[in-house]
C-alpha cells in the first residue's frame, strides 16, 4: 500500500539521515560555543572598558553622546562605509568593486559587509538576483554535464588495459593538483600578501568564499590604508566564478577517482599475488 511503502521510506532512510543531520548541528552548535563565547564575552567586556577610559580622557563627553556616535558609526558600516580613514578611501561602487559585488551576489555567497543603500538599488538587486542565481546554476550545471561524458568512459575502465587506466588516472590526478594549486593555494597566498592576511587566514577566506558560506569577516579590498590596484576586486570575481566551476568538475570527480584508484591497486596486488605463487 502507498502508506506503507512511505512508511518505509520514512523509517528506513529519511529518519536515520534526519537524526543524523540534527546530531550534526547539535555537535557543531556545541563545538562553536566552547571555542567563540569565551572570546565573545572578553571582546565585548573590552569593548566597554574602552569607552570608559574614552569618557574618562574626555570628559566634555557624556555617555549618551558617545552610545550616539558608535550609533552613526554602525549605520555608516552597515552601509558599507568603512569608519577608518577619511573621505578620500576608495568608493565601494566603482566599477571594479561593483563587478565584485555583482559576483557575490549571483553566486550567493553574500558577505554582508555591503549592500545597496537607495530603494532603486535594491529593487535592482533583487530582480538582478532573480535572473543570476538561475543563470550562475545553469553555468554551473552546464559544465558538470559536459563532465559526465568523460566520467562515462571512466566508469568503463575494466575494458581497457591496466597501462591505459594508469595514465588516465596520472592525468587526473595532475588535473586536480593543478587545479588545487591554482584554485585553493595560489589565491590564498596573494591574498596573504596584497591584505597583511597569514596563509591561514587566507586559505580561511577563500573556503568560506568558494563554499558561499560568505560571513564577511574577511573580505578582500575593504583596507582604506591600502592602496589597491583598480582591477584587483574584478580579478577577484573572476576567481570566484573560475573556483566554483572548478568545484563543480571535481566534485562528483574526486570520489569516482579514488574508486578507480583502490580498484586499480587491488588489482595490482592480485597480479603480484599470481605471479609470485610457484609454479607447480
Wanted: hydrophobic share 45%; proline share 5%.
Amino acid at each position: 500500500m502507498p502508506h506503507a511503502g512511505l512508511c518505509s521510506c520514512w523509517g528506513g532512510k529519511v529518519l536515520p539521515l534526519l537524526l543524523a543531520y540534527v546530531c550534526y548541528l547539535l555537535l557543531g552548535a556545541t563545538v562553536f560555543q566552547l571555542l567563540e563565547k569565551q572570546a565573545e564575552s572578553q571582546s565585548r567586556d573590552q569593548f566597554q572598558f574602552e569607552k570608559l577610559r574614552f569618557l574618562e580622557n574626555y570628559t566634555c563627553l557624556d555617555r549618551w553622546a558617545l552610545e550616539q556616535f558608535v550609533q552613526v558609526i554602525l549605520e555608516a558600516w552597515v552601509k558599507g562605509v568603512n569608519p577608518k580613514g577619511n573621505s578620500t578611501n576608495p568608493s565601494n561602487w566603482d566599477f571594479g568593486s561593483s563587478f565584485f559585488f555583482a559576483g557575490t551576489v549571483v553566486t550567493t555567497i553574500g558577505y554582508g559587509n555591503l549592500a545597496p543603500s537607495t530603494e532603486a538599488g535594491q529593487v535592482f538587486c533583487v530582480f538582478y538576483a532573480l535572473v543570476g542565481i538561475p543563470l550562475n546554476v545553469v553555468f554551473l550545471n552546464h559544465l558538470a554535464t559536459g563532465l559526465h561524458g568523460h566520467l562515462t568512459t571512466l566508469e568503463r575502465w575494466e575494458d581497457q588495459p591496466r597501462r591505459s587506466q594508469l595514465l588516465r588516472i596520472l592525468g587526473l590526478s595532475l588535473f586536480l593538483t593543478l587545479g588545487t594549486l591554482v584554485i585553493l593555494v595560489f589565491p590564498p597566498m596573494v591574498f596573504s600578501h596584497v591584505e597583511g592576511w597569514s596563509f591561514c587566514e587566507g586559505f580561511y577566506f577563500a573556503f568560506i568564499t568558494l563554499s558561499t558560506i560568505g560571513f564577511g569577516d574577511y573580505v578582500i579590498g575593504t583596507d582604506p590604508s591600502k592602496h589597491y590596484i583598480s582591477v584587483y576586486r574584478s580579478l577577484a570575481a573572476i576567481w570566484i566564478l573560475l573556483g566554483l566551476a572548478w568545484l563543480a568538475l571535481v566534485l562528483p570527480l574526486g570520489p569516482l577517482l579514488l574508486q578507480r584508484c583502490s580498484q586499480l591497486w587491488l588489482l595490482s596486488r592480485d597480479l603480484g599475488l599470481k605471479v609470485g605463487e610457484p609454479q607447480r
